[in-house]
């Protein structure tokens, strides 16, 4: 894969972590980037790959643009000006909390911004009350786009400062998004969203002291009833506050995926085809979301290591709901690939360009 003229400098803040190391996974891939500066919380000693040795790819020039000179990248403890001269546009995969901080650094001084956090997918006041802390600075706020990519090109396509949403919130509002338009559910009934993801939702530390021994063969529910992604979904179904969920997360012992089980009390009766081939339309000309026909059921490993989604619905004639399920990979689609998808709408790329991977199975 040859180096085009064109290529961007890329810049990957956070390259030691889950969404960093995807990232970079993808990214080493896409043949219009250039990775020039990698970084992390502070200096590694070796480069790049005594870091994440298992990034073999990023050796071999026959797969890369610059194979030699991104084996020799080293992770360098973050900072501003040295990334800003190193790249035309920075991804940010760092915890909430400093993500939004080193975002507002870079796009102050005139980078490209996709940041993967939560910080800037909220207003001030919702931020304050679901995440428990300051946010950004308004003008920061202010100039985020949210990059739910099927819905809101247009606006990806300029934004200087991209929001990446939530895992949860994509793999929920792309299983919602279309019957809420379209009026579906009954005003006024909450919809109950049961949301289920792999524990590398969870980030790198993290997962390192949930050790085997509590995870395996266990599974559990957590922040109930205070998951920060309900006001980020329901800002979205509904900008105007008038559509509540009730958000359910739970711990699966898997490392990948998300598992969105979605159910909306309808306003009218409707029949499974109906709303089959409703959603077929919407989706229709997309690259990355499939709607299955009635019957079958999405399954994490459809998607595992991939960027796509798979939308499943059924209707429960009995109680008048409507079950609309969504599996994504949650570093993929849930991060780092819809991440790169958004990257290539605000360049004018293919949509598809770096995220050509097939899912993992089994
Ligand atoms: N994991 C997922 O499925 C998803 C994650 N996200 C969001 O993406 C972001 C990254 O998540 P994830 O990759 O899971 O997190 P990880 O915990 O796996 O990685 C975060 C990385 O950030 C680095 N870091 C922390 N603080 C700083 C700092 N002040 N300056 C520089 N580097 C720092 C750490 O580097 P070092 O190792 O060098 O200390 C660490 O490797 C989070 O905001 C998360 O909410 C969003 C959607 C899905
Ligand atoms: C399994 C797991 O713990 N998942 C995380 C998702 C993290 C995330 O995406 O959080 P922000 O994007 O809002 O920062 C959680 O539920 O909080």
Same mark, same amino acid.
Do not use: K, M
């Given at each position: 894969m040859a180096e085009t003229a064109s290529a961007v400098r890329v810049g990957i803040i956070g390259a030691n972590g889950y969404s960093g190391i995807e990232l970079l996974r993808t990214l080493s891939l896409? =043949?219009?980037?250039?990775?020039?500066y990698v970084a992390g919380s502070r200096d590694a000693d070796g480069g790049l790959l005594a870091e994440q =040795?298992?990034?073999?790819?990023?050796?071999a020039p026959a797969h890369t643009h610059d194979g030699a000179s991104l084996a020799a990248l080293k992770v360098q403890q973050f900072d501003p000006d040295v990334c800003a001269a190193a790249c035309d546009v920075a991804f940010v995969g760092l915890p909430s909390g400093s993500a939004g901080q080193v975002a507002a650094a870079l796009y102050e001084r005139g980078l490209r911004v996709i940041d993967?956090? $939560?910080?800037?997918?909220?207003p001030a006041e919702a931020y304050r009350t679901w995440y428990g802390r300051d946010p950004v600075p308004d003008a920061v706020l202010g100039a985020a786009v949210y990059g739910l990519t099927e819905w809101r090109r247009a606006s990806i396509a300029t934004a200087q400062l991209l929001s990446n949403p939530g895992c949860y919130a994509t793999a929920t509002l792309l299983a919602l998004l279309p019957a809420v338009r379209a009026g579906l559910n009954r005003p006024g009934a909450p919809i109950v969203v049961d949301a289920k993801s792999g524990v590398s939702g969870a980030g790198r530390k993290a997962v390192q002291s949930n050790l085997l021994g509590e995870l395996a063969e266990n599974f559990y529910p957590y922040k109930? $009833?205070?998951?920060?992604h309900t006001p980020e979904i329901e800002q979205m179904l509904d900008p105007d506050g008038g559509v509540r969920i009730s958000l359910t997360t739970q711990l699966l012992p898997v490392a990948r995926g998300i598992l969105s089980a979605c159910h909306v009390m309808l306003e009218r009766p409707v029949t499974v085809e109906e709303v089959y081939q409703f959603y077929q339309d919407c989706y &229709? &000309?997309? =690259?990355?979301v499939h709607v299955l026909p009635p019957g079958q059921v999405p399954q994490l490993k459809h998607v595992r290591g991939s960027n796509h989604c798979d939308i499943a619905i059924a209707v429960d004639e009995r109680t008048g709901l409507l079950q609309v399920f969504s599996v994504i990979d949650n570093l993929q689609k849930g991060a780092a690939g819809q991440a790169v998808q958004n990257f290539n709408v605000m360049h004018g790329f293919a949509e598809t360009e770096g995220l050509w991977a097939q899912p993992m199975y089994p």
């Open positions: 896409h =043949p219009h980037v250039h990775i020039t =040795p298992f990034l073999r790819t990023l050796t993967l956090s $939560g910080d800037l997918r909220l109930v $009833g205070r998951h920060q &229709a &000309a997309e =690259p990355f």
